[in-house]
């Protein structure tokens, strides 16, 4: 399965930007980027995906670097309620409807 | 526009009994995929259905554990002569179809505690 590696925790104040940083660098050309998140408590939830062109939702911004290896999750105004775990995986053609979970990052949120 | 449904929430076993997992997924959606998740882990996928097929079942253990899907009701994950091993966190999704770009949308989860 390909890898992405995401760091581990990051915190941020509310009512700022957060950038949310994933390495894929064995990406393929024909894999699609996901990102859920996963509050305490619930199962995980779709965020954003993408191929190449970055991607805007009334969730978030998905930035996709020019080579693919690498992409960023942006929350535009942090709250609360966005301390969650950042969940960046990769769907494969080979493994089609198979989601590979990492550990992801926890994101915390100070007031 | 319900999502998609786990039940029960909560479930508590002894070691030796089975335990049976609901998911009815969204409404229209008839790919269904289960995952575990133990404590302070992430999550592993288990098997992927879509309606009275298993298509991949590469997560699933060996032995004990099952699944269905059936033409009509939810999909069942079944875990028979429960471990204490098995205390997870067992989530479901589905989704329209299988395409790459298709999100998955998952329920809340039952969480099995063995005794």
């Known amino acids: 399965d390909a890898k992405t590696t995401q760091p581990n925790s990051m915190e941020s104040n509310e009512e700022e930007p957060v950038h949310l940083p994933c390495n894929h660098s064995?990406?393929?050309?024909?894999?699609?980027i996901h990102w859920y998140r996963q509050l305490p408590s619930q199962g995980p939830e779709y965020v954003i995906h993408?191929?190449?062109s970055n991607v805007n939702n009334r969730m978030a911004s998905l930035a996709i670097a020019e080579d693919r290896k690498s992409s960023t999750l942006i929350l535009h105004r942090a709250t609360l309620r966005d301390a969650a775990v950042y969940y960046c995986?990769?769907?494969?053609?080979?493994?089609?409807?198979?989601?590979?979970f990492g550990d992801g990052t926890t994101l915390t949120v100070k007031p | 526009n319900a999502g998609v449904m786990q039940n029960p929430r909560h479930l508590v076993r002894r070691r030796g009994q089975e335990a049976r997992l609901r998911c009815s997924p969204m409404?229209?959606?008839?790919?269904v995929y289960w995952y575990r998740q133990l404590p302070e882990e992430g999550l592993k996928f288990m098997v992927y259905?879509?309606?009275?097929?298993?298509?991949?079942e590469s997560g699933m253990p060996k032995e004990r554990f099952s699944a269905e899907f059936p033409k009509e009701g939810p999909s069942i994950l079944r875990i028979q002569q429960v471990v204490r091993g098995d205390s997870a966190a067992y989530f479901c999704?589905?989704?329209?179809?299988?395409?790459?770009?298709?999100?998955?949308?998952f329920g809340d989860g039952t969480r099995l505690s063995i005794l």
């Open positions: 064995t990406i393929s050309g024909t894999d699609y």
């Open positions: 995986i990769l769907r494969e053609n080979t493994n089609a409807g198979k989601s590979t």
């Open positions: 409404k229209g959606h008839s790919h």
């Open positions: 259905l879509q309606k009275e097929n298993i298509i991949d």
């Open positions: 993408g191929l190449t």
């Open positions: 999704a589905s989704s329209l179809d299988t395409g790459q770009g298709q999100p998955q949308h």
